[in-house]
């Protein structure tokens, strides 16, 4: 069983395709095949599996098994594979960005919210360790958080927006690193209905 390509793969811009291939030498009938540790594109009954690795795949170790089909009662397993780890970087992306858990703009008449919760989710291997936080047109609104581990390679951070008045509309923006690739940057917009 071999991988067509490097077992350490960084994943940046094009998430690379991957192509197993589990052959059991010598042996008729043509055995069945069974693959395990990996989530197969094209099925997971061929000698081929064709897949996209994810974060969660990270260190796996893909297996084929193959089994005579002629043998009862349920055949006989001939050849198990185990393949080398899979060794995979993947560039930070932000996977949500929302104020008091709601996506898209949110609005507020601005007596009626004393804080706001402003929550980025990213996600990458390796995990980011800090997400920063900044406001369009407001260089000195700029936060930098230490992130919460969330599970399924995601880490969490927040930021509290306190006593909200008509100044704090606009745009507020996420970015995440880990060193891997370019940074990634969500939005999201706070529209603040003010008294006139």
């Known amino acids: 069983m071999h991988i067509n390509t490097t077992h350490t793969v960084n994943m940046t811009t094009a998430v690379p395709t991957f192509q197993l291939i589990c052959l059991a030498a010598d042996v008729y009938p043509e055995p069945n095949?069974?693959?395990h540790n990996v989530t197969c594109d094209n099925g997971y009954n061929h000698n081929t599996?064709?897949?996209?690795?994810?974060?969660?795949?990270?260190?796996?170790h893909p297996i084929c098994t193959a089994e005579?089909?002629?043998?009862?009662?349920?055949?006989?397993?001939?050849?198990k594979y185990e393949s080398p780890p899979l060794k995979l970087t993947y560039e930070a992306k932000v996977a949500a960005m929302t104020i008091?858990?709601?996506e898209g703009t949110f609005t507020v008449n601005g007596e009626d919210y004393a804080n706001l919760?402003?929550?980025?989710?990213?996600h990458g291997r390796p995990l980011p360790?800090?997400?920063?936080?900044?406001k369009l047109g407001n260089d000195d609104f700029t936060i930098t958080?230490?992130?919460i581990e969330k599970g399924n390679w995601s880490v969490e951070a927040a930021v509290t927006l306190s006593d909200i008045q008509c100044r704090d509309m606009g745009t507020y923006s996420c970015t995440a690193h880990n060193g891997v690739g370019q940074p990634d940057t969500e939005s999201i917009m706070l529209n603040v209905r003010c008294k006139t």
Do not use: M, Q
């Open 33 to 35: 095949y069974s693959w």
């Open 68 to 79: 005579r089909p002629d043998i009862p009662p349920y055949g006989k397993k001939i050849a």
């Open 100 to 102: 008091n858990a709601a």
């Open 129 to 134: 360790t800090e997400l920063k936080v900044t």
């Open 49 to 60: 599996c064709t897949f996209t690795p994810g974060p969660e795949e990270h260190y796996t």
């Open 117 to 122: 919760s402003l929550v980025c989710t990213a």
């Open 145 to 147: 958080t230490t992130t």
